[in-house]
């Protein structure tokens, strides 16, 4: 009788092991430049929702105001590349998620293209280095300089910040292509849902896109759009599964 009970609870031990949850895999780092933007904070959250270990960068770190044991925030400068290099030792992916705006008239001033400059000249030669994510601009879905330049709005004219801002994406693209460090850019659609110029976003996470990397993903009507929260969750998983190395993509529903 022993004997059976014995067998019982062991069948029943086995049962549970076999249904149980997996093991999470071990968190990986993931650092964030622009982490408290509208952008970079949600790909923050998003990495910590799924148990990896997130270093975010920021010029004035007091501006985090995240508890979260996984969770390290960092002063640093996207320019500075001894100081991109500390911080990024021993990561598994770096996502640059910085604002394009620019004082300058020089697209290759723009912040966007010296984070790409700073990013090449640091991973350059190294044994081992992360793979390097920015966040583009739409506008850079054209794949010549005369077609980004014809889709530009018309304030933003040579010459004018607004067009060193825009510019500034293209230039980060042709830098990543002419380098050979492992990088990705990620361009967002033309419209970028819950998500407004001088106001807190306002996400709804649908964990669900689709991509491309010839062209604008758009629905039955043409339209061209992801909400601001899914942008983050493809940022991530591209962290996670390196679908685009040495590739420009795009995302939309």
């Given at each position: 009788?022993?004997?059976?009970?014995?067998?019982?609870?062991?069948?029943?031990?086995?049962?549970?092991?076999?249904?149980?949850?997996?093991?999470?895999?071990?968190?990986?780092?993931?650092?964030?430049?622009?982490?408290?933007?509208?952008?970079?904070?949600?790909?923050?959250?998003e990495?910590?929702?799924?148990?990896h270990?997130?270093?975010?960068?920021?010029?004035?770190?007091?501006?985090?105001?995240?508890?979260?044991?996984?969770f390290?925030?960092?002063?640093?400068?996207?320019?500075?590349?001894?100081?991109?290099?500390?911080?990024?030792?021993?990561?598994?992916?770096?996502?640059?998620?910085?604002?394009?705006?620019?004082?300058?008239?020089?697209?290759?001033?723009?912040?966007?293209?010296?984070?790409?400059?700073?990013?090449?000249?640091?991973?350059?030669?190294?044994?081992?280095?992360?793979?390097?994510?920015?966040?583009?601009?739409?506008t850079?879905?054209?794949?010549?300089?005369?077609?980004?330049?014809?889709?530009?709005?018309p304030?933003?004219?040579?010459?004018?910040?607004?067009?060193?801002?825009?510019?500034?994406?293209?230039?980060?693209?042709?830098?990543?292509?002419?380098?050979?460090?492992?990088?990705?850019?990620?361009?967002?659609?033309?419209?970028?849902?819950?998500?407004?110029?001088?106001?807190?976003?306002?996400?709804?996470?649908?964990?669900?896109y689709?991509?491309?990397?010839?062209?604008?993903v758009?629905?039955?009507?043409?339209?061209?759009?992801?909400?601001?929260?899914?942008?983050?969750?493809?940022?991530?998983?591209?962290?996670?599964?390196?679908?685009?190395?040495?590739q420009?993509?795009?995302?939309?529903?």
């Amino acid at each position: 009788m022993r004997i059976v009970r014995f067998i019982s609870a062991l069948s029943a031990l086995t049962l549970a092991i076999a249904f149980a949850a997996p093991t999470p895999a071990r968190a990986e780092t993931i650092v964030v430049y622009g982490a408290t933007g509208n952008i970079g904070s949600l790909i923050v959250n998003e990495a910590l929702s799924r148990g990896h270990t997130v270093i975010g960068v920021s010029r004035d770190p007091t501006k985090f105001k995240l508890d979260d044991k996984h969770f390290k925030a960092a002063a640093g400068d996207i320019t500075d590349v001894a100081s991109f290099k500390k911080i990024t030792q021993g990561a598994d992916a770096v996502i640059i998620s910085v604002s394009g705006s620019s004082t300058d008239t020089d697209p290759k001033n723009s912040i966007t293209a010296k984070a790409a400059r700073t990013a090449v000249e640091a991973f350059t030669g190294a044994a081992k280095s992360p793979q390097v994510i920015q966040i583009g601009g739409a506008t850079t879905l054209a794949e010549t300089r005369e077609a980004v330049e014809a889709r530009l709005p018309p304030p933003a004219k040579p010459g004018t910040p607004m067009y060193a801002s825009f510019m500034g994406h293209y230039e980060a693209l042709e830098i990543y292509r002419a380098s050979k460090i492992r990088w990705t850019v990620l361009t967002p659609p033309t419209t970028i849902q819950g998500w407004a110029m001088g106001k807190p976003p306002t996400p709804t996470r649908t964990g669900k896109y689709r991509t491309s990397t010839s062209g604008a993903v758009t629905d039955a009507s043409g339209k061209s759009a992801i909400d601001i929260a899914d942008l983050a969750v493809a940022a991530v998983d591209e962290a996670e599964k390196h679908r685009f190395v040495g590739q420009r993509f795009t995302v939309g529903y």
